[in-house]
């Protein structure tokens, strides 16, 4: 995310027994979770000094302008290693310029 830290997070799938495939549903919610769990940790950390501000995120009641879970459309999902998966997200309104 454009100004902060590199961060990731894993979302166990396989515990149930026996393991069956995970629903597109459940692993949207789980991503939103996830995303949700990133906005919450991000929210209280300075961005860098060169980044833009209009890329400062935080939970609902933050402040104005900043991004938050509500803004934010789950597009896609890419595979970019093995057991790993990338979401691709959209802003649902323009970013405040």
């Known amino acids: 995310w454009p ?4 961060w990731s997070h ?7 027994t026996p393991p069956s495939p995970i629903t597109r549903a459940k692993l949207a919610n789980n991503v939103a979770r996830c995303i949700q769990r990133f906005i919450s940790e991000a929210q209280n950390h300075l961005v860098e000094d060169e980044s833009d501000a209009h890329w400062r995120v935080g ?12 803004d ?8 970019v290693s093995i057991h790993s998966w990338q979401p691709q ?9």
Not at 3 to 6: E, I, V
Not at 59 to 70: H, P
Not at 72 to 79: A, D, E, G, K, N
Not at 89 to 97: A, C, F, I, Q
């Open 3 to 6: 100004g902060y830290c590199p």
């Open 10 to 16: 894993q979302i166990p799938l396989d515990f149930k």
């Open 59 to 70: 939970q609902s009641g933050a402040g104005e302008g900043s991004i938050k879970l509500e």
């Open 72 to 79: 934010l459309i789950l597009v896609s999902m890419h595979h």
């Open 89 to 97: 997200l959209r802003l649902t309104r323009p970013l405040d310029k």
